[in-house]
C-alpha cells in the first residue's frame, strides 16, 4: 500500500480543513514537503533517535515532514509512543487546558520537538482515526506533522490586517520561540493577496468541516492529541507542564 500517497490524498481533500495544506499536498516537490513511514506498533526510544536524526537533517531543507504510523490505531497505542519520543532530549510532552466544557473533559497532549538550533520549539500536528480527536484530524491512519525550519512570515503577514493590527511576538515555550505549519512558505501563491484569499478561506473551511463537532476547540496548532481522560495516568510521567489555551484562541 502507499501509505504517503494515501496521506496526501486525503489531505488534497475538504476534511483536511486546511486551503494551505490541499494545495501544498498537490504540490509536495515545490512545497518541500517530505514523509517517512514508521511500520509496527513496537516504536521504542531506538527509533525515536533515528527519527530525531531524519528531522534534524532536514533542518533548512525541508518546509514540513509528515511521519506516518499506519500500524498505530487506537487511543491507547499513542501512549507507548509519546513514551518513547520523551525518552529522548529532543522532545517533550504538556497537558493542554481548555475553557471549553466538553473538550476540557478529555486529555490534550501537546508534544513539542526542539529544533537542533537551541533556539525553537516545535508544535507538533497529530493526526489519527480514534475517538476523540477533531474531524479535521482524522487522517487515513496515525500520523505527526510538524515544520523543520524557523518561524516563516504568513503568520505576520495575517496580523498585520488584523482590526487592530498585530505584531507576530511568540511567547516563548520551555525557553524556546514556537513554530507550527502555518510557518511554511506557499511557494504557490503570485502575490501576498492570494495568500491572505487562502487564509480566508481556510477559516471559511475549518468552520464548515468543524461544524457540529464537540471536539472543534481541539483543533489547534497547540494541541497533538485528544485523548481519553482514562490514559491520563498512562502518560503521567512524560507530561511536564499544563498550558491553558482560551477557547477563542486563534493557536
Given at each position: 500500500m502507499d501509505y504517503h500517497g494515501e496521506f496526501l490524498k486525503w489531505a488534497?481533500?475538504?476534511a483536511v480543513g486546511c486551503n494551505f495544506a490541499r494545495t501544498l499536498a498537490s504540490n509536495t516537490e515545490a512545497a518541500?514537503?517530505?514523509?517517512?513511514?514508521?511500520?509496527?506498533?513496537?516504536?521504542?526510544?531506538?527509533?525515536?533517535?533515528v527519527l530525531n536524526a531524519y528531522l534534524s537533517d532536514a533542518c533548512g531543507r525541508?518546509?514540513?515532514?509528515h511521519?506516518?504510523?499506519p500500524d498505530i490505531n487506537a487511543a491507547e497505542e499513542i501512549v507507548p509512543l509519546i513514551h518513547a519520543l520523551c525518552a529522548t532530549p529532543a522532545w517533550k510532552c504538556v497537558e493542554i487546558t481548555s475553557d471549553c466544557p466538553h473538550v476540557s473533559?478529555?486529555?490534550?497532549?501537546?508534544?513539542?520537538?526542539?529544533?537542533?538550533?537551541?533556539?525553537?520549539?516545535?508544535?507538533?500536528?497529530?493526526?489519527?482515526?480514534?475517538?476523540?480527536?477533531?474531524?479535521?484530524?482524522?487522517?487515513?491512519?496515525?500520523a505527526l506533522a510538524l515544520r523543520p525550519g524557523t518561524p516563516g512570515p504568513i503568520p505576520g503577514m495575517i496580523y498585520e490586517t488584523l482590526t487592530p493590527p498585530k505584531v507576530d511576538v511568540r511567547a516563548p515555550e520551555m525557553d524556546r520561540i514556537p513554530v507550527h505549519l502555518a510557518d511554511m512558505q506557499y511557494p504557490l501563491a503570485k502575490d501576498n493577496e492570494q495568500i491572505?484569499?487562502?487564509?480566508?478561506?481556510?477559516?471559511?473551511?475549518?468552520?464548515e468541516q468543524l461544524r457540529g463537532d464537540d471536539m472543534a476547540k481541539a483543533a489547534k496548532a497547540k494541541i497533538t492529541f485528544s485523548l481519553?481522560?482514562?490514559?491520563?495516568?498512562?502518560?503521567?510521567?512524560?507530561?511536564?507542564e499544563m498550558v491553558s489555551i482560551p477557547a477563542a484562541s486563534l493557536m
Open positions: 488534497k481533500t475538504k518541500k514537503w517530505g514523509g517517512a513511514l514508521v511500520r509496527g506498533k513496537n516504536f521504542d526510544v531506538e527509533s525515536a533517535r525541508l518546509e514540513a515532514i511521519v506516518l504510523f473533559q478529555h486529555l490534550l497532549v501537546g508534544l513539542r520537538w526542539f529544533l537542533p538550533d537551541d533556539v525553537h520549539v516545535n508544535y507538533v500536528l497529530g493526526f489519527g482515526k480514534f475517538e476523540p480527536m477533531p474531524r479535521t484530524r482524522r487522517a487515513p491512519f496515525t491572505r484569499s487562502v487564509w480566508r478561506t481556510t477559516g471559511e473551511l475549518k468552520a481519553p481522560s482514562a490514559l491520563r495516568a498512562d502518560l503521567a510521567s512524560v507530561l511536564t
